[in-house]
Nanobody
Framework: QVQLVESGGGLVQPGGSLTLSCQGS????????VGWFRQAPGKARERLSC???????SYADSANGRFTMFSDNLETTMSLQMNGLKPDDPAVYYC????????????WGQGTQVTVAS
């Protein structure tokens, strides 16, 4: 079973940057497609990005041009670099595994809180 632990969230000013990390255990993350999603209070889950088994990255419109996914050389950590954070970006951010990008999420962690405020 895959276990995922997200970290790196925190408070940042508008326009600032954060790098979130997703540490996987159980199996190497390159056995799966891996995605990031977020959920803010009272709002639906929002897909942000995904890296497929072929290594192709895709991004939602809200993330495109601002967020970048990358993994370490050992494929045990999948990170999300977030630049230009906006006041509507605050949420709990989760990483998750999927069979294919666009599929339902199979496993996800506890999430990490991102807050954007002056």
């Amino acid at each position: 079973q895959v276990q995922l632990v997200e970290s790196g969230g925190g408070l940042v000013q508008p326009g600032g940057s954060l790098t979130l990390s997703c540490q996987g255990s159980g199996v190497p993350l390159d056995y799966y497609a891996v995605g990031w999603f977020r959920q803010a209070p009272g709002k639906a889950r929002e897909r942000l990005s995904c890296i497929s088994l072929d290594g192709d990255a895709s991004y939602a419109d809200s993330a495109n041009g601002r967020f970048t996914m990358f993994s370490d050389n050992l494929e045990t950590t999948m990170s999300l670099q977030m630049n230009g954070l906006k006041p509507d970006d605050p949420a709990v951010y989760y990483c998750a595994t999927l069979t294919r990008c666009g599929d339902a999420y199979d496993y996800w962690g506890q999430g990490t809180q991102v807050t954007v405020a002056s």
